[in-house]
């Protein structure tokens, strides 16, 4: 037996005990005659004394200890002198009556500590070493939290836990896919799913009426910041059931788990349509922790001989409450913001609500009157900033979107610890590319249209396919889509004209889905579901911005593993084996 107890244990009530502890050095500090030794395991940590009283062969193991070196000791318990309150075991020490040093450690590269000194590529490279503190294991203990409520709620409610394969072939979500190259069949390749979507509507077929998983998927997409390759899902399907099923169902899981994780209860979740989000917030994942609604303005601001708006297919704004006194400075600052590349707007114009009356940056374009109804527009009082954009609908509305943002952030109005979940609704089945002049499916192609759009889908018809609404629907909170679904399409033609509208030959479709359709003739049930990101549902809970804090191995921004050092090359002999033709500098 290595230890009786862990380091996080013991209390003054342990006293006079005779213990055994194994764990790492965290700190050996000696003072006077004695030293004390931090021993710490996942549990916490205890102070171990050497003292003059100490055994001599101790005493002279304990001036050879270092940091992280890995011990079994055994000693007494007893009251601290001078106790520690930020620490559980603070009242005791052990006073060591034996020592063992199971394996000595080099100097590691940062130091384990809760603010440590090693940047975050360093720590990345050692990350079984940033593994050992504390902010990194509370992360994956909340992590651990999440996965464990979220399996008690949904077994609770009759959901089976099913794996489905990881070698499987394409699954449609818009990203491209990790291909595996099968050696047994040279020149053929598994692909990684992107989700298990395909299988989990199998399932349904199938009759297992109620399917999760907390499951890996993978998706090879441009590199972004916090992206991860491969992310967890909390993937769920639901036969019989309608959008409004779905939406209890899962609505319930949330209040669940903010309830259960983070002892926050969630009021009914409000549900906003994909129309209204984009009119009033300019994005489908709005955050509504605050108002500073967008109002569109296009008809209002045009005929006065402002350029800039008279040619923009939309104008519209945001009032800032309170802002009024931004100076020049901060309103050049703020133009420079909402014209850099990520946010793409010409510029900015500004309405300042001062005692003298509105000044702004276009008064020679309009009449004081003219301002003043553009303020009343946006319901702005005396002290408030109004700040206009203009440009294409998508782009405006997307710039607007982040400088309404922008503007909360700056004002403290996005506050941590406050959450405003809602579920978006309604959302188009179809985006038009026009310069690809085709349809891609917003959700994936096994969305189904709203049962009062079918007519139109069916048609075929351009105009008609832009104007359907979709029974999709994502979970928002704060800003942050946590998860998306659908209800399904269960009916073969149905699908059939999904693929012809998305552009594939009736042999693409065969050839790629065919087992799906194929499926759907042997008794298929009306079913949905929806999939949740599990890593940003932990950092959310942990109120951190970053996924991968959340993941005990995770892949840095370039989607590189750089402790194994992976991706990396095979040898030409694995490559030869798998029938992949050695290409290159290193075929020669
Ligand atoms: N498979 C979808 C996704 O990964 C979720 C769903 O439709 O259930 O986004």
Redesign the pocket.
Known sequence: MYRTHTCGELRLADASKKVQLAGWVQRVRRLGGMTFIDLRDRYGITQLTVSEKTPENIRLAAEKLGREFVLQVEGLVVERTSKNSKIPTGDVEVSLLALRVLSAAELPPFTIEDESDGGEELRAKYRYLDLRRNPVKNALMLRHRVAQEARKYLDAQNFLEIETPFLIKSTP?GARDFVVPSRVHPGEFYALP??P?TFKQLLMVAGYDRYFQLVR?FRDEDLRADRQPEFT?I???MAFVEREDILQTFGGMMQHLFRRVLDVALDAIPRMTYADAMRDYGCDKPDVRFGMKIKELTQQVQGNGFAAFDSAAYVGGICASGCAAYTRRQLDELTEWVKRPQIGAKGLVYLRLTDDGVKSSVDKFYPAEALQQLAAALGARQGDLILLLAGNRKQALNALCELRLEMGARLGLRRRGAFAPLWVVDFPLLDWDSEAQRFYAM??PF?APQPNDLPLFMSGDREALKSVRADAYDFVVNGVELG???IRIFDAAIQQQMFKVLGFTPEDAEYKFGFLTSAFKFGAPPHG???FGFDRLCSMFGGSDSIRDYIAFPKNNAARDTMIDSPSRIDNAQLEELGIEVAGERGK
């Open positions: 979500e992107q989700s979507q998927c899902q993937d769920c399907e959700h994936h969305t998306g679904g659908s579901g929806i999939a």
